[in-house]
């Protein structure tokens, strides 16, 4: 299988068992993780069939499985792309094992002047989340847990980072402060 061929070194064991789950739409995502990301953030590796004990596992499940990501085609769950800050690069989001806890977290590597860096949104989470991107869209939001929804007029790509069937949230560019913000969303 084509993907395996993408795995290398002390990885090529956990990547082969990631592959067999995978289709053809992943393998952007793991050469983007063996070429680039990986030197960018250390003590985090890629997902392996270990870590999936629910959601994760199902890999013919339409609804873990139809994530999509920058192109619309389904992908695996745990990670997308899009054009997320203000430039013309892609970026890529995953979602990713700490080597010594088990934890997960979720990494934005965002292109910059010198390429790309990591930003991490959120560390240290058991749960099998989903990332899937928002296209831009007239998003309606809980700016507050008490408070009325309001709608933000998208001016490009966010992060949709869910729980399967649960509760959801978009992290989405604020230029102004060259960070990701989050957004609670409604159904
Ligand atoms: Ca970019």
Redesign the pocket.
């Known amino acids: 299988m084509a993907l395996v061929g993408l795995a290398c070194g002390r990885d090529a064991k956990v990547s082969g068992e990631l592959a067999r789950h995978l289709q053809p739409v992943d393998a952007v995502y793991l050469r983007f993780f063996e070429d680039t990301a990986r030197s960018l953030l250390a003590g985090y590796r890629l997902p392996s069939e270990a870590d999936f004990r629910n959601y994760w596992k199902y890999y013919n499940n339409t609804l873990v499985y139809g994530t999509e990501g920058h192109d619309r085609r389904p992908k695996a769950p745990f990670w997308t792309d899009g ?3 203000a ?1 013309d ?3 890529f989001a995953y979602i990713l094992i700490h080597e010594t806890t088990g934890k997960k977290s979720l990494v934005v590597f ?2 910059d002047q010198s390429g790309y860096r990591p930003v991490l949104l959120q560390e240290d989470f058991d749960e099998e989340m989903g990332l899937a991107t928002q296209q831009p869209v007239k998003l309606s939001y809980y700016p507050r847990a008490d408070a009325h929804s309001e709608v933000l007029d998208m001016k490009r790509e966010g992060i949709a980072f869910f729980m399967f069937e649960s509760a959801s949230s978009v992290f989405l560019w604020d230029p102004a402060t060259s960070a990701f913000k989050r957004y609670w969303i409604s159904d």
Do not use: A, T
């Open positions: 054009f997320f800050n430039d690069r892609l970026d965002v292109s």
